[in-house]
């Protein structure tokens, strides 16, 4: 069963520019054919095209070729500027996104240049959605952040709304899961205060889908439910579409392939007159995963590539990718291995371009699964590690605990809200009855009748308020305490961790002069750094072991011990004689064979052993490479591209030992992934490696405490306020 699926996703009709669909189209003609003033004409034809184009009735191009004959005829730059939107807007409304982008970018400037912030306001929020189709996150998120700032400037509030879910959308695309039910709750309290009916069930539509997407399942099926409800009472097909597709994705992925196959062929019948091509085809691909896993490869390829047809067509990136893994998926289950890298290879450059983790996540676990079955298990592992490093990136617990928490507290203020509005009713309920006493004895004897009544009621509905507040306060306090004991239990694992570890008057004592860049995702790490002094010959490494947090520190703990083991009982000092160690030392520890019982887990590190009295430096690394400055000049010595551990052919590797002779003053670099791997910047990209080894050259003459100053503030700054992908350490050693 693949992972992830096809999510239909319509964008509702509800954006301040659409609400002229706003008026009636009939009207808008009859109005724009009586009209004889231009400017006013072109106004009416503008509103005419714009209702048109989101209503998807024909003829819209007609209108905006006499609006364009208009503008010509008036010569004024503002409504140029518009003419150029309604360019976009139609082709966005054709589902023709590649020339929708092209059109908005001459759109908005123009639309700036005359101060029309309404229209530009609108413009924002059609350009994001247009980037969403076509999978461009980070610029969707960047064009209603833009279309935000003017809906508070211009108090609309509904358009802030919608903006807000589309921007929990573009989140959960990028995998940033708590970040994508923030902004969904923010946009459900304000449709719930705005009083619309729809703008509420959208998101609570989008919350629902968030959730059972492997989150709470329970949980989403209860929004889903609840937002499907709403829609079959207000006959709103387009929102039945979305609600009916996570439904059907739900009963997929609990394997009720009848009752999926059913509510997808509801789906394809509303998409002739209400679901735009994106729909269709994300309904085919869909409907083609079902097929393949009931074993009907034929049925699924011809749906598959039907909708990869249509997906190319109209441009859209993120349908695209997955049909793409989809397929490959299939050809990986019927063993048609170079069939099935031929489409992860076109679905994984698009899933890394548009930066879309959940993609990544499925991309590389089944390139995983595909080398390990062809026996390539150098490519394998890479993959792998590739897999979990995103996986745990958007499915840590942190991220878990952080939604459990959001969760509760929407409940609890929307709990504490309903306390608050039962109160003023019950008072100004009480008022109107103080204030009848004065009619007479007869009205008086029913206003304590209706007081007595009124204070019963009161009492108990106080009474269930607050039972429910306790049962929220008392579910809360369980989380909080079992979060407390969690935390307090790898805390714990942290100070033993720590004592393992090189205390740093050790470390100082053999490498004087030396820095130590250390900075654990979690509060344990899976990478560590070693040290041990044997004669003359120091012997230090930055390991990386598989994962981070609890599994990445048991696995630290193992590779210290028999790395300590190599130096101190076994009296090896060359490098590539101690990674042998370890690697035999590894597989035989988690058991790792080819029958697949044991742990695939392992590490990448680099390790070095100095003789301090010639100042010859030996190095041997397994994936992560030694960077090294003398005389001035930049050098690296690239590692083997192949493990510790991970043996299932039951062989110990043999590593190359690289030997360098060394001047004082020259200064020596190993390192982790994790610094390179750092998501930041303007962009929200990796760091990469060449940046780190400039930010070193830069820096390699200055005091080895200064380096290390240089290099914390650098990704302090890169890093900024996103999420730390991976553990980091670094170090640095200047030759004395």
């Not at 994705?249 to 394809?268: D, P």
């Amino acid at each position: 069963m693949k992972t992830k699926i096809y999510i239909v996703f319509l964008f509702c009709l509800s954006i301040s520019l659409k609400s002229l669909a706003f008026g009636n189209v009939d009207s808008l003609k009859i109005a724009f054919e009586k009209i004889t003033e231009p400017t006013q004409k072109f106004n009416t034809g503008y509103d005419l095209v714009s209702a048109m184009s989101f209503s998807r009735i024909d003829g819209a191009q007609t209108y905006y070729l006499r609006c364009v004959e208009l503008s010509s005829q008036l010569n004024n730059p503002a409504l140029v500027a518009k003419t150029e939107f309604m360019k976009a807007m139609i082709y966005y409304n054709n589902n023709e996104n590649k020339q929708a982008s092209q059109a908005f970018k001459i759109a908005i400037p123009k639309l700036q240049e005359n101060n029309l912030k309404i229209e530009l306001a609108d413009a924002y929020s059609l350009y994001g959605l247009n980037c969403i189709a076509i999978g461009e996150y980070i610029g969707s998120i960047e064009n209603f952040e833009k279309s935000n700032i003017l809906c508070k400037e211009l108090n609309r509030q509904v358009q802030l709304c919608e903006n807000n879910m589309y921007l929990g959308r573009d989140y959960e695309n990028l995998g940033n899961n708590t970040k994508a039910l923030q902004y969904y709750q923010d946009a459900l309290s304000v449709a719930k205060n705005l009083k619309k009916d729809r703008l509420t069930t959208e998101a609570t539509l989008f919350i629902g889908a968030l959730y059972s997407d492997g989150i709470n399942k329970k949980l989403g099926m209860d929004y889903l439910s609840k937002a499907a409800e709403t829609a079959e009472k207000m006959q709103d097909t387009s929102l039945l579409i979305n609600a009916y597709t996570y439904i059907a994705n739900n009963y997929y992925y609990e394997k009720e392939y009848t009752s999926a196959l059913k509510m997808y062929e509801k789906i394809k019948g509303f998409c002739g007159t209400h679901g735009s091509r994106n729909t269709y085809a994300g309904t085919l691909g869909n409907m083609g995963n079902v097929y393949a896993d009931m074993g009907d490869p034929e049925k699924a390829m011809e749906l598959q590539l039907e909708a990869v047809r249509i997906f190319d067509e109209i441009g859209d990136k993120q349908g695209l990718t997955i049909c793409y893994s989809a397929i490959g998926i299939d050809y990986l289950k019927a063993k048609k291995y170079d069939k099935a890298l031929e489409y992860f290879n076109k679905s994984l450059p698009m899933a890394q371009e548009m930066q879309s983790l959940e993609d990544l996540i499925e991309i590389h676990e089944n390139l995983s699964i595909l080398y390990a079955e062809t026996k390539n298990y150098e490519k394998a592992y890479e993959n792998y590690k590739l897999y979990k490093q995103f996986s745990d990136s958007v499915y840590n617990s942190a991220n878990s605990e952080k939604m459990t928490e959001l969760e509760l507290n929407y409940q609890l203020e929307n709990k504490q809200k309903e306390t608050v509005l039962l109160q003023e009713l019950s008072d100004e309920r009480f008022k109107r009855i103080i204030y009848a006493g004065v009619s007479g004895v007869l009205i008086l004897l029913v206003i304590v009748f209706l007081v007595a009544r009124a204070n019963r009621q009161r009492k108990k509905t106080n009474e269930q308020l607050t039972l429910s507040n306790n049962a929220i306060r008392i579910q809360k306090e369980e989380l909080e305490t079992h979060k407390k004991e969690i935390t307090d239990s790898i805390n714990y694992a942290k100070r033993i961790q720590e004592s393992i570890l090189p205390p740093d008057l050790y470390w100082q004592n053999i490498l004087p002069d030396s820095f130590i860049f250390y900075r654990p995702k979690d509060i344990v790490s899976g990478d560590f750094y070693w040290i041990e002094q044997k004669n003359d010959s120091v012997c230090f490494a930055a390991v990386d072991c598989t994962g981070h947090g609890v599994p990445g520190a048991l696995m630290s703990v193992v590779g210290f011990n028999l790395l300590t083991q190599a130096v101190n009982e076994m009296n090896l000092t060359i490098p590539s004689e101690i990674l042998k160690h370890l690697d035999h030392g590894v597989t035989k520890t988690l058991r790792q064979s080819g029958d697949g019982k044991g742990v695939k887990d392992g590490m990448d590190l680099s390790l070095c052993s100095l003789n301090r009295s010639t100042n010859v430096l030996q190095y041997a690394g397994a994936f992560n490479a030694l960077y090294y400055i003398s005389s001035g000049k930049f050098y690296e010595i690239k590692a083997d591209k192949f493990p510790i551990g991970v043996n299932l052919d039951g062989k110990v590797d043999n590593y190359t030992n690289h030997t360098i002779s060394l001047q004082k003053g020259d200064c020596v670099y190993l390192f982790s992934d994790g610094y390179a791997d750092q998501f930041g910047g303007p962009r929200g990209k990796k760091y990469k490696y060449n940046q780190l080894k400039e930010i070193l050259f830069k820096n390699y003459l200055l005091p080895i405490e200064e380096q290390h100053k240089q290099l914390a503030r650098s990704f302090d700054t890169w890093k900024g306020d996103l999420e730390q992908v991976d553990d980091v350490v670094i170090i640095g050693v200047r030759i004395g």
